[in-house]
């Protein structure tokens, strides 16, 4: 049997970044990584924002080795061991009794490379993006099918809603040992055709102070935190579930700008306080309300994450009119022509009424550009070879 063992196996997956609409902030277990709350999300299209990576098992291997973005990283950091461990248990369990001798050896080091086509520090939840592929391509590589949002979220909580494509939940669980904390979808992404995204990036840099810590200070000061997850979250994810499932904007916008401002305001209840939100990001708050004040109902939805840029939910009707209104408000310094990326956006003129209500002080490169994106699926399976990271001999 041991002459039927592979040499050398090697898988590729991409997987793409999720927004939250009502957000996850805390945990209940910091190791297994289970939440206080549930929470529910919006799959963002991998054309735009999408991680790649290739896993590689080879019987020349010396050691477990990992690349991100180019760079070498460490492959002991505890999360990425965490996922590798879960995989290759389920591997074991899997195989049994070793029927399996077309598979290589579970003893094999693995190669791993992985990279975005974003930047990682531009507060985009790389590492939802990053810890769902690479679950996804250790999964293909070990010939694991199991549920594996679970083993998703060991890596990085939010990580196990990118496990999906469409709108998200990540179920809170009851269960000590977190066999119930997982994802389920609760649209696909085909099921609201015209919804679109705009991610104002508005800055590159990295954040004052890192989910992982700011959630868990957020978890032992805030008050206000805990009547959160206890009483508001269960009430608003039964509210949004139903919009999302009626495709009512309305309903959907404004909770979500109510949910952002919730979790904002939990981190100023945390002391010492934590501050995601730049003024710059309260100035396209206050934008979005003046344009939606205008229009006389919901046209855009803001929300925020752990970091200043700003995520606009909108329909496809109302993108080139507000990508306007943000030009003129936001007039970029230098990169005009590379100002939107992403999915196309038709022009529009703007009515004299709305710019004397909606454009007020200009602020001449605030926003350093948006990317426009809507819902998609799922991580994806990569068949062309051509496109692993990793060469034949297991390196970038």
């Known amino acids: 049997a041991m002459a039927a063992e592979r040499a050398q196996a090697m898988?590729?997956?991409?997987?793409?970044?999720?927004?939250?609409?009502?957000?996850?902030?805390?945990?209940?277990?910091?190791?297994?990584?289970?939440?206080?709350?549930?929470?529910?999300?919006?799959?963002?299209?991998?054309?735009?924002?999408?991680?790649?990576t290739t896993a590689a098992a080879s019987r020349d291997f010396t050691e477990d080795r990992l690349w991100l973005n180019g760079k070498e990283a460490d492959v002991g950091h505890p999360r990425v061991q965490a996922c590798l461990r879960e995989v290759r248990r389920l591997a074991r369990k899997r195989r049994g009794g070793g029927e399996d001798t077309a598979a290589f050896s579970l003893s094999y080091k693995i190669h791993i490379a992985s990279e975005n086509n974003f930047p990682t520090a531009a507060g985009l939840a790389s590492s939802a993006a990053g810890y769902a592929c690479l679950v996804s391509a250790l999964a293909r590589l070990y010939g694991v099918e199991e549920e594996l949002s679970e083993v998703a979220r060991r890596g990085s909580g939010s990580?196990?809603?990118?496990?999906?494509?469409?709108?998200?939940?990540?179920?809170?669980?009851?269960?000590?040992?977190?066999?119930?904390?997982?994802?389920?979808?609760?649209?696909?992404?085909?099921?609201?055709?015209?919804?679109r995204v705009l991610v104002l990036v508005v800055s590159g840099e990295k954040?004052?102070?890192?989910?992982?810590?700011?959630?868990?200070?957020?978890?032992?000061?805030?008050?206000?935190?805990?009547?959160?997850?206890?009483?508001?979250?269960?009430?608003?994810?039964?509210?949004?579930?139903?919009h999302i499932r009626e495709r009512d904007f309305e309903g959907f916008g404004q909770l979500a700008m109510r949910d952002s401002n919730q979790f904002h305001a939990t981190c100023l209840d945390t002391f010492p306080p934590i501050f995601y939100l730049t003024d710059l990001s309260r100035h396209i708050i206050a934008l979005a309300h003046r344009y939606n004040a205008h229009h006389g109902h919901t046209k855009v939805a803001y929300t925020f994450d752990a970091g200043p840029n700003a995520v606009i939910f909108?329909?496809?009707?109302?993108?080139?009119?507000?990508?306007?209104?943000?030009?003129?408000?936001?007039?970029?310094?230098?990169?005009?022509?590379?100002?939107?990326?992403?999915?196309p956006v038709g022009s529009a003129a703007l009515s004299q009424e709305l710019v004397a209500a909606v454009v007020t002080e200009p602020l001449p490169g605030a926003v350093q550009y948006i990317l426009h994106t809507k819902p998609g699926p799922g991580p994806q399976l990569v068949d062309d070879p051509s496109q692993h990271l990793l060469g034949a001999d297991g390196l970038p």
């Not at 902030?25 to 799959?43: C, E, H, Q, Y």
């Not at 200070?217 to 608003?236: D, F, I, M, Q």
């Not at 007039?331 to 100002?339: E, L, M, R, S, V």
């Open 159 to 195: 990580a196990c809603r990118s496990m999906f494509g469409g709108f998200v939940q990540w179920q809170r669980g009851e269960r000590p040992d977190g066999t119930d904390s997982l994802a389920l979808q609760v649209a696909p992404e085909t099921h609201w055709p015209e919804l």
């Open 314 to 343: 909108a329909l496809a009707d109302t993108v080139a009119e507000f990508v306007e209104v943000v030009r003129r408000s936001f007039p970029p310094a230098t990169n005009g022509d590379q100002f939107v990326r992403g999915l």
């Open 11 to 52: 898988a590729t997956c991409t997987a793409p970044v999720n927004i939250a609409v009502i957000k996850y902030w805390g945990k209940r277990d910091t190791d297994l990584i289970l939440p206080i709350n549930s929470s529910l999300s919006v799959t963002l299209h991998q054309d735009q924002l999408k991680t790649t």
């Open 207 to 242: 954040k004052p102070v890192g989910s992982t810590v700011g959630m868990q200070t957020s978890v032992e000061t805030s008050p206000l935190l805990k009547h959160r997850a206890e009483v508001v979250v269960p009430e608003r994810l039964a509210q949004m579930m139903r």
